[in-house]
């Protein structure tokens, strides 16, 4: 280091001691205590300010000035108009007879604290003091990832967030993969207000997304966690179906699984293969059907859907029966018309009695 250099730092250290001892406890004056110097050492209300924010400290100067500061935990920031501090949002405002006034920009938590004015006048030394508060909107810093877990599973979902004031931090189900009457399964039953959300056992009513709030004075913080319930197949009963022949027909099977399920179908105890057989199997993600474009005589019978994934299997049976047309005799009698025991219609004798009893009393009157 240079003769300068050694000059400097020589300067800055007699001018820190100077500041901390001789400004504030003059020569030949006694250290009073807290109580006795009051009127010199003032206490200013606390400056409270958000993160990122600028913040100003303002010193009154008063009398005629020899020396002036601002400290921060013993660090010099600025003495007069020199700069001690090396951090550049720190900077000069103001410095004249009636103010001394620096601001610190973007503030952040580690400019929180107490800090002090030191002024030498003539006829003796004061100090302004003032607290700065630093309020931090909440950021979650620790949440569970997307889960998969298996029915009947426990389920623990953790959120963490920081910010000042301290965040209070809730969860909620916010969209269930399944819809449901509230009064059946209501909501308000998966909410908490603690970092921690135990389910026990869970269930595929219970799967969705759940909704972390970190929130305090300033603003709040909101992320979300995804649970995916596995569970087997479950499929709905099937409904039989009858085809005249030669007609199309279609059995339709519908499964709820996750993930979701492969069909399988069956024709008494043979498996039945896509394209077989003029047989076509169209699959969607929850329901497979089994197409006939002509129903033969051999079409008909019992029919079993099995619908799989890896947590089981489930499956439902079908009956494909015959319809016959319908004759040209039934076609001109109509719906209401009665068979009788030899095939011939009833019901046009009936009408031509009935109506010769209405036309007797006018015959018999010529």
């Not at 005629?64 to 550049?88: C, F, P, Q």
């Not at 309020?135 to 877990?149: A, Y």
């Not at 916010?174 to 869970?202: C, K, M, N, Q, Y």
């Not at 016959?324 to 009665?338: D, H, K, M, W």
Request: charged fraction near 20%; aromatic fraction near 6%; include cysteine.
């Amino acid at each position: 280091m240079s003769v300068r250099g050694h000059l400097v730092a020589f300067y800055r250290c007699v001018l820190l001691m100077s500041l901390r001892i001789l400004l504030l406890v003059p020569a030949g004056l006694p250290v009073r205590s807290q109580v006795d110097s009051q009127s010199d050492n003032k206490v200013m209300d606390n400056i409270t300010v958000r993160q990122g924010e600028t913040v100003f400290l303002r010193c009154e100067q008063g009398d005629i000035v020899t020396h002036t500061a601002w400290l921060n935990r013993s660090s010099i920031l600025y003495a007069g108009e020199e700069k001690w501090s090396v951090d550049h949002r720190v900077s000069l405002v103001t410095l004249n007879q009636e103010e001394f006034t620096i601001k610190i920009e973007d503030v952040d938590m580690m400019d929180e604290g107490q800090y002090v004015c030191a002024v030498q006048t003539n006829s003796r030394p004061r100090t302004t003091s003032v607290h700065v508060l630093v309020q931090v909107p909440p950021k979650i810093i620790n949440l569970s990832k997307d889960i998969v877990v298996n029915e009947g599973s426990n389920v623990t979902l953790m959120c963490q967030a920081s910010g000042k004031p301290e965040p209070s931090i809730s969860w909620k189900l916010i969209s269930s993969s399944e819809d449901r009457h509230e009064d059946d399964f209501p909501r308000g039953d998966l909410a908490s207000d603690e970092e921690v959300l135990e389910i026990t056992s869970i269930s595929r009513q219970r799967a969705g997304t759940y909704e972390c709030s970190a929130v305090n004075d300033i603003d709040a913080d909101v992320q979300t966690v995804d649970i995916t319930v596995n569970y087997a197949p479950t499929v709905s009963e099937g409904r039989d179906v009858g085809v005249t022949p030669g007609q199309r027909g279609v059995l339709e099977c519908e499964a709820d699984a996750v993930p979701e399920a492969d069909f399988e179908w069956y024709k008494d105890d043979r498996r039945i293969f896509n394209g077989l057989d003029g047989m076509e199997i169209v699959n969607s993600p929850s329901v497979s059907k089994l197409m006939f474009f002509n129903v033969t005589d051999g079409d008909y019978g019992n029919y079993t859907c099995v619908a799989v994934n890896k947590l089981g299997s489930s499956n439902t049976s079908f009956l494909l029966y015959v319809v016959n047309e319908p004759t040209s005799s039934t076609l001109l009698q109509g719906p209401r018309a009665v068979q009788d025991g030899s095939g011939g219609a009833i019901g046009l004798q009936s009408h031509t009695f009935l109506l010769f009893i209405v036309l007797l009393p006018l015959l018999l009157r010529f």
